[in-house]
């Protein structure tokens, strides 16, 4: 333990002389990670994949989501992938498994040594196995004798800090709290875990040093000369990864002048108004968003077009639980329109059901099954009979609230983070404008709000209407386990704390759309605000999470005892369709039939991240303004970047730009 207390110490020491140079920052953080790789290199033998099952039951991730993942294990310092062997998980050397790996000058029977770990052209041997089971050490001691000198991080390249960040992600999935990898539980992964994310601010600082001359209320960064930020960083690089922070400046823009102008006339409009001028916009906009398909019941948690609402057919299951003894099997028929063949069947069955002449079980699950069918089936159902009770449907999971009048609501954002985001965003465009090239956007994540709301607003502020609206979960880190001050997921515990697991309040720029090995496709967010400034270093991003009717809207997956892992997505109402009632089996009935209801369940709240945005997976088609058959998170890939995000926490948040 004193040991640690003394390196810790270390670490911060370098940390404060960081803050004057960066290559420090990475040189220190360089270093750490070098004894994290060092420890797994020593088990890379013993690198044996532990049961998924805990992990998936609590991250369900649907499955697209991992497809794109490569590495999650280290082979001589070297990014890697784990291959099955001999009925076992081995790592497999760089030269077999990472496309980015170069032989450089080296022999045929040496490998390349990783060169952000121990600068380039280094080689060691790497014929025997005890030279692969020794590589990284190999390389260690080769880099000492040379010096152990990390000056070659005093200047990276675009590439060199792409392979860093990499690095350091891939490190963070093996060791991170919920790695796969048995490394993950040595003493050296846990103090490095604490350190990793101080690595990555300063590749950020280095990415983002022409942010060098702003001083904020938490503190001031150096200064750099813009001549040599673009002799080091690529300006590319710059734009996409960090907000700049140098005036806007009209002449050096391509965009024509009235742009400009429009873009200053709104902002008048929002950012000077006060009193019944902006209570007027809010409250248009409210009605507006109520008033258009974003609220229709049976649009709110499936696209009806594709299958319909997961709400219509629970209501189904209800009206039909003891229908042949209940007498209302007319009242039944004619609220869902049942066809005439159909009432035939049921009524059959239900009489046979009464006399018990036959199997009553096998029976039941038949009459229910024809009817799932023909409702399934049925394109011309009129829906507006159910517009109420699915309303008050969606009152009791949660997704709408109870209003005034103490009929069902849609949801608006709260007036107070509309306000606030408004007075926040004149101000964000006034320091940040060469940075926001969507002035006309703002997304709004309304965290007081429980997380079975629909609380991310992107807003049209040209049109003063709703672009997107869906559901975003919060991080997991407060000391309520993600469940709110409302038990709902409301107004959790903020945090700009590396390792809290929690989410961040305030103003962020979104960066570009992204993809990484743990979360897949997602969006980088810059953190521009006093209680965000540590996203880059936490990697807190907007990712693909799951819906609280997942199962409905993507498939229901079952868990594999055997194989000890989930199947691939099953759709429910597919399966049902397909089913033939007067030959299927009990089993293959119940089978269907269990689908069908375990499909259609909500979750009390939605499941909660390590502290990123996680949003809607499901397509939804049908409330795209664009129309697009892509997923809600593929959408905001394509729509945010660029633009203003505000995330609110409630009436005493603070921020530095209201």
């Known amino acids: 333990m004193s040991k640690w207390i003394v390196f810790l110490g ?3 020491s370098f940390s404060v002389l960081a803050r004057t140079n960066d290559a420090l920052m990475r040189e220190s953080w360089t270093r750490d990670l070098k004894s994290l790789l060092a420890e797994i290199d020593i088990q890379d033998t013993k690198l044996l994949v532990e049961s998924e099952k805990n992990f998936l039951l609590r991250f369900t991730l649907i499955e697209s989501a991992w497809a794109d993942s490569r590495f999650n294990c280290f082979y001589g310092g070297w990014p890697s992938v784990l291959r099955l062997s001999g009925g076992k998980k081995l790592c497999q050397m760089p030269t077999r498994s990472n496309p980015g790996y170069s032989q450089g000058t080296c022999g045929k029977s040496e490998i390349q040594c990783q060169p952000m770990l121990f600068d380039k052209g280094l080689c060691v041997p790497f014929g025997s196995a005890e030279e692969r089971r020794s590589s990284f050490s190999n390389c260690e001691k080769k880099f000492q004798a040379k010096g152990g000198n990390y000056s070659f991080l005093d200047d990276p390249s675009e590439k060199d800090l792409l392979e860093l960040q990499e690095i350091s992600l891939v490190a963070g ?3 991170g709290p919920h790695s796969k990898s048995p490394q993950k539980n040595t003493i050296i992964c846990k103090n490095i875990m604490k350190k990793l994310p101080d690595g990555l601010k300063s590749i950020q600082q280095g990415v983002a040093r022409s942010t060098a001359s702003t001083a904020e209320d938490t503190g001031s960064v150096s200064e750099v000369k813009p001549e040599k930020v673009k002799k080091a960083i690529p300006e590319k690089v710059v734009v996409d990864s960090a907000p700049e922070l140098t005036p806007h400046n009209e002449e050096d823009c391509d965009e024509p002048s009235h ?3 429009e873009v200053q006339t709104f902002a008048n409009a929002l950012g000077q108004v006060a009193g019944s001028s902006m209570d007027t916009i ?6 507006k968003f109520q008033n258009s398909p974003f609220c229709k019941p049976e649009n709110v948690m499936n696209d009806p077009g594709k299958q319909p609402s997961g709400l219509l057919v629970r209501l189904l299951e209800k009206d039909l639980r003891g229908l042949e003894y209940n007498g209302n099997i007319d009242d039944v028929f004619n609220r869902y329109d049942v066809s005439s063949s159909v009432r035939s069947q049921v009524q059959s069955y239900a009489s046979q059901i009464k006399s018990n002449s036959g199997d009553v079980k096998t029976l039941r699950l038949r009459m229910r099954a024809i009817f799932y069918q023909d409702v399934l089936g049925n394109q011309n159902l009129d829906m507006s009979k159910f517009q109420n009770d699915i309303a008050q449907e969606l009152v009791k999971d949660h ?67 709703v672009l997107h609206n869906t559901w975003v979960s919060h991080g997991i880190g407060s000391s309520d386990n993600g469940a709110g001050t409302d038990g709902l997921g409301g107004s959790p515990e903020m945090s700009n704390v590396n390792g809290s697991l929690k989410s961040s309040e305030g103003f962020v720029i979104a960066g570009k759309a992204s993809s990484g090995s743990t979360f897949g496709n997602n969006v980088i967010l810059n953190g521009i605000d006093r209680n965000n400034t540590n996203m880059a270093s936490r990697a807190v991003v907007m990712h693909e999470w799951i819906t609280p009717m997942e199962d409905y809207s993507i498939g229901v997956r079952d868990w594999d005892r055997e ?20 030959t299927a089996s009990a089993t293959e009935l119940e089978n269907a039939i269990y689908r069908m209801t375990d499909a259609t369940r909500v979750s009390k709240y939605m499941a909660t991240t390590e502290g990123c945005l996680g949003v809607s997976g499901a397509v939804m088609k049908h409330l795209d303004k664009k129309k697009r058959n892509v997923s809600q998170l593929e959408a905001l890939r394509q729509d945010l970047p660029g633009s203003i995000i505000f995330s609110y926490s409630g009436p005493e948040m603070k921020s530095n730009f209201f």
Do not use: W
């Open 173 to 175: 999935e093996v060791c």
């Open 259 to 261: 742009s400009h102008r």
């Open 563 to 582: 194989r000890k892992k989930f199947s691939g997505p099953v759709d429910s109402v597919r399966l049902m369709k397909n089913i033939n009632p007067s």
């Open 10 to 12: 270390l670490f911060l």
């Open 282 to 287: 809010y409250e248009d906009m409210k009605q």
């Open 399 to 465: 997704v709408f609230k109870t209003g005034d009048d103490g009929k069902p609501e849609c949801p608006f954002i709260s007036k107070d983070a509309f306000m606030k985001a408004m007075k926040g965003r004149a101000n964000v465009m006034s320091k940040y404008k060469g940075s926001v090239k969507l002035p006309d956007q703002i997304t709004i994540v309304d965290y007081s709000r429980p997380s079975n709301e629909r609380r991310m607003y992107v807003l049209d502020l040209n049109n003063l209407e």
